[in-house]
């Protein structure tokens, strides 16, 4: 596609591979395919089954989105940036000074809550060596 993401030689080559993968991989007519890096290729290495939940939450963060992080935006009344998540209903994380704060608070309650499917945003490695 437009993005440049591949399917590896071994998958388009041999379907049986692809096949074999697919049902050692826990395939379900009710599961469908996803990329765990959603820049990466499509390869065992980068693939699982998933729900339809599970690969919502595994996207590109929006073209949008200013702050650059995953559940970060930039609250106008106050010129703070909130953090939030949408687990099953949308939770509201807090009110912080910078985005990396707000994203680091995000990445906490994943952690925290052991929520599975989320991906953790990147904090700068400057950022944590500084705190």
């Known amino acids: 596609g437009g993005r440049g993401i591949t399917v590896c030689d071994e998958w388009k080559n041999d379907f049986m591979s692809f096949y074999n993968w697919a049902i050692l991989n826990g395939y379900s007519d009710k599961l469908s395919i996803d990329r765990i890096d959603n820049d990466g ?59 990396v704060e707000c994203a680091i608070a995000y990445n906490n309650y994943i952690i925290e809550n052991n929520l599975e499917g989320f991906i953790l945003n990147e904090i700068p490695k400057d950022y944590c060596n500084a705190v």
């Open 41 to 99: 290729g499509y390869s065992p290495e980068n693939c699982r089954w998933t729900t339809k939940t599970i690969q919502r939450r595994n996207t590109r963060i929006a073209k949008n989105n200013t702050s650059g992080y995953k559940g970060v935006c930039c609250h106008k009344s106050t010129g703070k940036y909130q953090a939030s998540i949408k687990d099953g209903k949308q939770k509201y994380l807090g009110l912080y000074p910078t985005a």
